[in-house]
């Protein structure tokens, strides 16, 4: 990565494990994809007033040349997510999805889906009933 890894928290305290937990995600992004340029990880802990258990949000900003991958999804989707570590795998593992993405289409191999054939109506025999097409 040519820039650091960023990493911030918001209404939590800095964790150690959970900076270790980060960084070793994201050097596995780095092995599969080398070329990353900026990553940002920001890790959110919901206010203290829920009535439920707090469900942590966990966004990532990767720069890659061309390209912007953003992960960022609506934490009180998934409970799993009141455990930050869960939280910060299934946000890496959405980011790796979005990467791998990016790598197969910069390297040219996408599937490509054949176009149908189009034709023209070139002669209409109603009373017959029948007509001709012609192709390109």
Same mark, same amino acid.
């Given at each position: 990565?040519?820039?650091?890894? $960023?990493?911030? /928290?918001?209404?939590? %305290?800095? *964790? &150690?494990?959970? =900076? ?6 994201? =050097?596995?992004? =780095?092995? /599969?994809? !080398? +070329? ?13 007033? +829920?009535? $439920? #258990?707090?469900?942590? +949000?966990?966004?990532? !900003?990767?720069?890659?040349? #061309? ?6 999804? !609506? ?7 009141? !455990? ?13 999805? $979005?990467? %791998?993405?990016?790598?197969?289409? *910069? ?6 889906? %054949? ?6 109506? *070139?002669?209409?025999?109603?009373? $017959? &009933? /029948? #007509? ?5």
């Amino acid at each position: 990565m040519k820039t650091p890894l $960023q990493i911030v /928290f918001r209404n939590l %305290e800095r *964790s &150690d494990s959970i =900076e270790a937990a980060i960084k070793e995600r994201v =050097e596995k992004l =780095e092995r /599969f994809a !080398d +070329h990353i340029i900026r990553c940002k990880v920001t890790v959110e802990a919901p206010h203290k007033h +829920h009535a $439920q #258990g707090n469900v942590y +949000h966990v966004a990532i !900003d990767l720069h890659v040349p #061309g390209r912007e991958i953003l992960v960022n999804r !609506d934490p009180n989707k998934n409970h799993a997510h009141e !455990d930050v570590y869960v939280a910060i795998r299934d946000a890496v593992n959405a980011a790796s999805r $979005q990467l %791998e993405d990016y790598i197969r289409v *910069s390297r040219g191999k996408i599937k490509t889906h %054949e176009t149908p054939l189009h034709g023209k109506i *070139s002669e209409i025999h109603p009373e $017959q &009933d /029948f #007509g001709r097409i012609t192709t390109p």
